[in-house]
């Protein structure tokens, strides 16, 4: 694109940032830190409450919030922010239930305590949501990684996609989770203090000084958090992101595998308990900088309007997705060095939020399939050498859904919906057992039967577009996907244990 820069001091930037990364696994490696299983899954069960919530908060704070966030504003408003106000409630859910209990088992693995509730059928189909869910996070995450560069120099999204996978997959191999915790915490501080220097550039570099932002963000009504018609279910109103926010945050923190293991790798209760408020009340802020950047980014091209190049103008205007607007901001209007750094940043943050996936996919695939179904008595080495060849199975499959993420609308909407997809079918089962004491494996069967009908259809018209007929058409809005999957596995499972009769009896472990 014309216009972009990138000066030998940015490149050195770059590189350096890369090869420092790199480095933290690579130490955790030669230190021996990550050469067991209990160190490659659990860190030793040794972190802090500051690192570790500090990874909890970056395991937010990816390139999707690096890039959608302001991206999402740009063309809208602050609707989508009121999902991180939902983090409070979801975290004092979690600190109350959720960490004593993980902590308490002894775990590594989310799901084993919805196989003592409802058998090893449960603990499985949870164990393909997430996954399926984790290789969306990859492709989303690595797509939104190549955007910079791909602004920047020319190259193809798919070419950028495909070098970045092999460095990820090469770090997740070395680094295990020790490294994911500490590089997560690391890029963390460096994407909030280049946020913060994102916000300072556009507030002085307008034309008629920072109150013009305010000016042109007001006249379009740019800060609203969105309608708040309580009865309005067609579209992303306040109240459908609220409660959209609030299940998926419930999930995150109650029985996402990437939170689990850091609650694991946290010293005791209380500084795992301390870590998740820590990361849940920081992004808040952080998730509201990156808003209004978008926001500045709309006044700042409002005010230079024939500063947008013609593909990316032609892409809002076709696509409906202002994702390409930073990176481009980013590689033409940052000082010398800035720019390498941001771009070093992104591509940084992107590597610790995939290599967290990686680690997370490949030590369910090795607790949940390898060390229940295929080598009950395996060795340290052969567990070892498992969650090599699972790591580097995710990264693939991951790096492939990179690629079709190019045919995507918006990234932040693409993911959404993935996320609400998966996280409602494994949400309403692990309710349906907390709900109800009385519920069978029977019923649990007919309820997620059920469930994941109802997100199927629901979830119809976000996959397929116009090509689903008029008559099948879901009329709500796609975040309600996880509430009405919820809530359908939750009352119908109940609905059938009372039924059915009989059937397995809860166990409560």
């Known amino acids: 694109m014309s216009g972009t820069h990138f000066t030998l001091l940015d490149v050195i930037v770059l590189v350096a940032y890369f090869i420092g990364t790199m480095g933290i696994g690579v130490y955790f490696y ?3 830190k990550s050469r067991d299983t209990e160190g490659y899954t659990a860190a030793g069960r040794s ?18 919030s690096f890039l959608a966030l ?3 504003a740009y063309i809208g408003n602050w609707n989508q922010f009121v999902f991180s106000l939902t983090l409070p409630i979801a975290a004092m859910f979690a600190v109350i239930w959720f960490v004593p209990y993980y902590r308490s088992r002894k775990e590594v693995s989310a799901y084993h305590h919805i196989e003592t509730r409802f058998g090893p059928w449960a603990r499985l189909y949870m164990d393909v949501c997430y996954l399926l869910m984790q290789i969306g996070r990859i492709g989303s995450v690595m797509f939104l990684m190549a955007l910079p560069l791909h602004a920047l120099l020319g190259w193809s999204i798919p070419l950028i996609v495909t070098v970045t996978g092999i460095a990820v997959i090469i770090y997740s191999l070395f680094g295990g989770i020790i490294a994911v915790i500490w590089a997560d915490a690391i890029q963390s501080v460096v994407l909030m203090a280049g946020a913060l220097l994102c916000v300072v550039l556009l507030l002085f570099n307008m034309p008629e000084g920072p109150g013009q932002i305010f000016e042109i963000a007001a006249a379009d009504s740019k800060f609203s958090l969105g309608s708040l018609d309580p009865f309005e279910f067609t579209k992303a109103t306040l109240w459908t992101v609220l409660v959209y926010g609030i299940f998926i945050n419930l999930t995150n923190f109650g029985i996402d595998q990437n939170y689990v293991q850091r609650y694991a790798a946290a010293k005791s209760v209380k500084e795992a308990s301390k870590s998740l408020w820590l990361g849940a009340l920081l992004y808040i802020p952080v998730s509201a900088l990156f808003f209004f950047i978008g926001t500045a980014l709309f006044a700042f091209y409002t005010a230079h309007p024939d500063s947008l190049p013609i593909e990316i103008v032609e892409r809002i205007e076709t696509r409906g997705t202002g994702d390409y607007v930073f990176p481009f901001y980013i590689v033409t209007q940052l000082p010398s060095g800035v720019t390498g750094l941001l771009i070093a940043a992104i591509f940084a943050a ?3 939020t995939v290599s967290t996936s990686l680690n997370s996919g ?5 607790t949940d399939v390898y060390n229940r179904y295929l080598n009950r008595n395996a060795t340290e080495q052969q567990q070892m050498r498992f969650l090599y060849g699972a790591t580097l199975g995710c990264g693939i499959l991951g790096t492939l859904v990179g690629i079709s993420m190019i045919w995507a609308q918006g990234i932040l909407d693409t993911w959404w919906t993935i996320q609400g997809i998966f996280a409602g079918g494994m949400l309403g089962l692990f309710l349906l057992g907390m709900v109800s004491r009385r519920a069978t494996n029977a019923g649990a069967v007919v309820g997620v039967i059920a469930g994941v009908l109802a997100i199927t259809w629901l979830s119809l018209p976000a996959l ?10 879901n009329p709500l809005h796609f975040h309600l996907t996880i509430v009405i999957g919820t809530a359908t596995i939750v009352l119908v499972g109940m ?12 166990t409560n472990d």
């Open 464 to 473: 397929l577009g116009d090509a689903v007929p008029d008559g099948m058409r």
């Open 70 to 72: 302001p991206g999402a």
């Open 30 to 32: 030669y230190t021996g």
């Open 495 to 506: 609905l059938a244990t009372m039924a059915l009769g009989g059937g397995r009896p809860a």
């Open 350 to 352: 992107a590597m610790s």
């Open 362 to 366: 490949a030590t369910i695939l090795l």
């Open 47 to 64: 972190l802090g409450s500051i690192v570790v919530g500090l990874s909890i908060m970056a395991t937010f704070l990816s390139s999707i």
